[in-house]
């Protein structure tokens, strides 16, 4: 029943794919642009995983089905506080200062700060986020982008 189901949906998946990147040729590159980067690589994966079900070998099956409990101690609970304050940060910096501030300023202090990494690298990959965000956006498909709040209210934009 498992691979049935599992089957199923990836079919499902690559006929809707499939469908949004015929259905994106014919827009203007820009409108296009968003499917097409989405679809072909999810058309991609969804066959891919059709091809496992079909050739894939069966799980092993281990004696009797063990009961599964989820568990949420201190550290889950953490963990989980840590995230959701680093995504709404994000989101507040996003709102305050922009998009195109709040992206590099988000990598260098997560880096530095989350993944206590060292300052090069921590540099080097803000750096290369802001390069990609800069050269894809601005330089390529010339999305503006509205200033933040703080810009706003200071005359910046």
């Given amino acids: 029943m498992h691979k049935n189901a599992s089957l199923a949906l990836s079919v499902l998946i690559m006929i809707v794919s499939a ?29 891919a995983e059709a091809l496992w ?10 004696g009797e089905a063990k009961d599964f409990r989820l568990s949420i101690g201190n550290q889950t609970a953490r963990r989980t506080l840590v995230a959701t304050g680093w995504i ?9 200062l922009g998009f195109p501030v709040a992206v590099p300023l988000f990598v260098f202090l997560y880096l530095k700060l989350q993944g206590r990494e060292g300052w090069l690298l921590s540099i080097a990959m803000t750096a290369a986020v802001w390069g990609v965000f800069y050269g894809l956006f601005d330089l390529l ?6 200033a933040g709040w703080l810009a706003s209210w200071f005359g910046f934009s």
């Avoid at 709404?88 to 305050?96: D, K, N, P, Q, Y």
């Fill in 19 to 47: 469908y949004g990147v015929v259905a994106a040729i014919a827009w203007p590159w820009k409108a296009a642009l968003f499917p097409l980067v989405i679809g072909i690589p999810l058309f991609c994966l969804a066959a």
């Fill in 53 to 62: 079900t079909i050739f894939g070998a069966a799980p092993a099956q281990e």
């Fill in 88 to 96: 709404l940060g994000f989101f507040g910096a996003i709102v305050l």
């Fill in 141 to 146: 498909l010339h999305l503006p982008f509205p």
